[in-house]
């Protein structure tokens, strides 16, 4: 736990009890630190999760190529069902960031 020494506020490095970027003093003592170290992490792993779903639309064109016995029809939809459940998945999700927090969110998605 750090003391911010301007304000006395108290700092958890795991859990922010307040948080308001607009406050110059408080963003150059840990903000900044706080935001880059999110921002390095989970953009590399969205990436990642976009690229999964994204992959459906490769594989289902080369499966054509392949032999598989599915109309085009069949393979666009299920290109479009990839996208759509990853899709609708994120809607809870931004739910229980609020409610278990970013980390077990993140955690919970990652691991099913």
């Known amino acids: 736990?750090?003391?911010?020494?301007?304000?006395?506020?108290?700092?958890?490095?795991?859990?922010?009890?307040?948080?308001?970027?607009?406050?110059?003093?408080?963003?150059?003592?840990?903000?900044?630190?706080?935001?880059?170290?999110?921002?390095?992490?989970?953009?590399?792993?969205?990436?990642?999760?976009?690229?999964?779903?994204?992959?459906?639309?490769?594989?289902?064109?080369?499966?054509?190529?392949?032999g598989f016995p599915y109309t085009k029809a069949q393979l666009f939809t299920l290109m479009a069902i990839a996208g759509l459940s990853g899709a609708t998945l994120r809607i809870p999700s931004t739910f229980l960031i609020r409610m278990a927090g970013g980390r077990n969110t993140i955690f919970l998605l990652l691991c099913s």
């Open 1 to 66: 736990m750090q003391t911010c020494q301007k304000s006395n506020l108290k700092i958890d490095t795991t859990d922010l009890s307040q948080w308001n970027p607009e406050d110059q003093q408080q963003w150059e003592s840990f903000g900044k630190k706080v935001a880059f170290r999110n921002l390095w992490v989970s953009v590399p792993c969205l990436l990642c999760g976009f690229a999964v779903w994204m992959y459906w639309g490769v594989i289902t064109v080369q499966m054509l190529n392949l």
